[in-house]
């Protein structure tokens, strides 16, 4: 009761203070552009050229990832998401930014269904997981759960402890790429499929998959699926796995304390370039039916690393940026 009266006499008597989205003039990286296959099929451009607003309440983030106008959204703070678990939906032409390091999704996450051409950005997203519910069985919340999107661009994102997936792209989701990311501390890390169809590319690269148990990702049932320049670090009962019919290209990546670093399903294809193993046991199945794994320099540019490198180069600049969405 105390709590009420109090709330009440700070809205009477300073209402200047209460939290509210503001416009902005600027923000810096925020009209950068996808690569990968998230730069064909017209490009992943999120926001760019809307409106740019900050949120520092989570009702004004669900508020805004809801409008159906392009939209530019700054994330300035840990946000406690309300309910706890709330994925957030939202709507295409959508870029949602953390400020420097300070944005953040706590208890909760997002969800995109049935949208195209949506960045997330220098985000930080954790904690829904449940402590008696280490498998995610009584809870779906993940940190990002996309179905059937198209065009989707998660970047310098840091991601643990979610009471189900961090990552789950879904249901013939599309044209997608994930870079520059951590996922960490947690049991199913990186999921992807939940389909019969074989039409999903998605391109992974300069991640860092640290302790965690599975999915690194599970790759169910895409056409095309590039990995290169990531390191896994500690991951207990497998990394790479290539399901269902899944084309599988990885490409100049570390693997350390890894158990089963890279698995191939009965059906699946496999090639593999310049894989560093070290204190990994289990399978290492590095060229599967790879004559007929596609080539992914006839899609995009990239550039390959040298994969000794990657334990020093990589944890550094993986996760939120200062130097972002300021």
Not at 21 to 31: I, L, Y
Not at 44 to 59: D, E
Not at 142 to 151: A, F, L, M, S
Not at 214 to 231: E, T
């Amino acid at each position: 009761m105390f709590f009420t009266k109090l709330g009440a006499a700070a809205l009477l008597l300073a209402p200047v203070a209460l939290a509210a989205p503001t416009t902005e003039v600027s923000c810096a990286r925020c009209d950068e552009v996808a690569h990968g296959f998230a730069s064909l099929n017209g490009g992943t451009t999120g926001g760019k050229g809307g409106r740019i607003v900050t949120v520092t309440t989570h009702a004004d983030l669900v508020k805004y990832a809801a409008m159906e106008e392009p939209l530019i959204i700054r994330v300035n703070g840990a946000l406690i998401s309300e309910p706890k678990g709330l994925e957030v939906p939202i709507k295409s032409h959508k870029t949602i930014i953390g400020v420097g390091r300070n944005g953040a999704v706590v208890g909760g996450g997002f969800g995109i269904k049935n949208q195209k051409n949506i960045i997330l950005r220098n985000l930080e997203i954790r904690d829904t997981y449940i402590p008696e519910d280490y498998n995610g069985k009584s809870e779906d919340w993940d940190g990002i759960q996309v179905d059937t999107g198209v065009n989707i661009w998660i970047d310098h994102c840091k991601f643990a402890r979610m009471a189900d997936g961090l990552i789950d792209l879904r249901k013939d989701t599309d044209y997608v790429t994930v870079s520059n990311t951590l996922l960490s501390e947690h049991n199913k890390a990186f999921g992807i499929g939940w389909t019969d169809n074989v039409i999903s590319k998605m391109t992974i690269n300069d991640n860092f998959f640290n302790s965690t148990n599975q999915r690194g990702p599970s790759a169910d049932n895409l056409k095309y699926c590039h990995m290169f320049n990531n390191y896994h670090l500690n991951i207990t009962s497998y990394g790479n796995y290539a399901r269902g019919h899944t084309e599988l290209l990885v490409e100049n990546s570390y693997y350390e304390n890894v158990n089963d670093p890279v698995v191939a399903g009965p059906n699946a294809k496999i090639k593999s370039s310049w894989l560093k193993f070290k204190d990994c046991t289990g399978e290492r199945h590095l060229d599967v039916n790879s004559k007929k794994v596609f080539d992914a320099s006839k899609f995009y540019e990239y550039k390959l690393k040298d994969p000794y490198d990657l334990p020093t180069t990589i944890p550094p600049f993986v996760g939120p940026a200062l130097d972002i969405g300021i």
